[in-house]
């Protein structure tokens, strides 16, 4: 790969010469790089699921990028050689990590990251039987990463189910038993 600079002829010049070089511009260089072609080996079974999830993350940047606010947000994360489309795509190929579930009284606190920002923690509350007694959103705290629920009462032998989501949809689903 090779940068061009102060070069009159490669100024206007993008594509491919032949099966040889490939020119095109990022961040305002210009980049001369040797022409890539389709690989001959048969892809692995982690290569198809890469590239499907890869795909659906693509489809996904680019709703999302239709939303001017959305879009400008991922853009003021771009670093250098990036763009909004980028950061998109990356903070749809990964889901929120829900990292720790603890029960403080009757509240429900949650703590969910995501690279960017989780979007909405979900919390529904389970009896013994299995039978949903409450749900609802919980709210974010100031440190920006705890999620706070008040919980009308926590049965024994139940459960509570925290769903973690970020902009893109991408879900993360974790349970805490109620001793």
Same mark, same amino acid.
């Given at each position: 790969m090779?940068?061009?600079?102060d070069n009159?002829?490669?100024?206007?010049?993008?594509?491919?010469?032949?099966?040889q070089?490939t020119?095109y /511009?990022?961040?305002?260089?210009?980049?001369?790089?040797k =022409?890539r072609?389709?690989?001959? &080996? =048969?892809p692995t079974? &982690?290569?198809?699921?890469?590239?499907?999830?890869m795909?659906?993350?693509s489809?996904r940047?680019?709703?999302m @990028?239709?939303d001017p606010?959305?879009?400008?947000?991922?853009q003021s @994360?771009a670093?250098?050689g990036?763009?909004?489309y980028?950061i !998109?795509? =990356?903070?749809?190929?990964?889901?929120?990590?829900?990292q720790?579930?603890r029960l403080?009284k009757?509240e429900v606190v949650v703590? !969910?990251?995501n /690279?960017f920002r989780?979007a909405?923690?979900e919390?529904?509350v389970v #009896?013994? #039987? +299995?039978v949903i007694?409450?749900?609802?959103?919980?709210?974010l705290?100031?440190?920006?990463?705890?999620?706070?629920?008040k919980?009308?009462?926590?049965?024994? +032998?139940?459960?509570i189910?925290v769903?973690a989501?970020s902009?893109?949809?991408?879900?993360?689903v &974790?349970e805490? @038993?109620?001793?």
């Amino acid at each position: 790969m090779a940068i061009v600079k102060d070069n009159i002829l490669m100024q206007l010049v993008r594509g491919s010469l032949g099966k040889q070089i490939t020119i095109y /511009e990022r961040n305002g260089q210009i980049i001369m790089a040797k =022409k890539r072609g389709p690989s001959r &080996k =048969k892809p692995t079974q &982690k290569q198809l699921e890469a590239r499907l999830k890869m795909t659906i993350a693509s489809a996904r940047a680019q709703l999302m @990028l239709e939303d001017p606010q959305i879009k400008a947000y991922y853009q003021s @994360l771009a670093g250098p050689g990036q763009n909004a489309y980028n950061i !998109a795509v =990356k903070d749809a190929y990964r889901s929120p990590e829900v990292q720790n579930i603890r029960l403080e009284k009757e509240e429900v606190v949650v703590a !969910a990251q995501n /690279e960017f920002r989780v979007a909405e923690v979900e919390v529904k509350v389970v #009896d013994a #039987d +299995g039978v949903i007694t409450e749900s609802g959103r919980a709210i974010l705290g100031r440190n920006g990463v705890d999620w706070y629920y008040k919980a009308a009462t926590l049965p024994a +032998g139940g459960k509570i189910i925290v769903v973690a989501k970020s902009l893109p949809g991408n879900r993360t689903v &974790k349970e805490l @038993l109620v001793t």
